[in-house]
């Protein structure tokens, strides 16, 4: 069973850094491609950043933070991290961390991120 746990959400002042991390489970977690979404309220879940099988792989972000966010994975954790600096009250969100496998997406249950002074 697949299984992701993500960590290291909470409140953070607008200029503040937060870490997240997801913990995968049930999933040879170095064979799958990992990607970090978001959803604030009202709006759809949009794609933040994504990495490609390896520590080291190929690595995509949404526009919005290109330059302030960064994806990577410890395959020997089963872990993909977030690291978003220079946080903004427009990064207020659920951060969920995703993979798709054969025809389904497989979800964690999500962190909050809330930026707010």
């Known amino acids: 069973q697949v299984q992701f746990v993500e960590s290291g959400g909470g409140l953070v002042q607008p200029g503040g850094s937060l870490r997240l991390s997801c913990a995968a489970s049930g999933i040879v977690f170095r064979l799958h491609a990992m990607g970090w979404y978001r959803q604030a309220p009202g709006k759809q879940r949009e794609l933040v950043a994504g990495i490609t099988i390896t520590s080291g792989g190929r690595t995509n972000y949404a526009d919005s933070v290109k330059g302030r966010f960064t994806i990577s994975r410890d395959n020997a954790k089963n872990t993909v991290y977030l690291q978003m600096n220079s946080l903004k009250p427009e990064d207020t969100a659920v951060y969920y961390c995703?993979?798709?496998?054969?025809?389904?997406?497989?979800w964690g249950q999500g962190t909050q991120v809330t930026v707010s002074s």
């Open positions: 995703n993979t798709y496998i054969a025809t389904s997406d497989y």
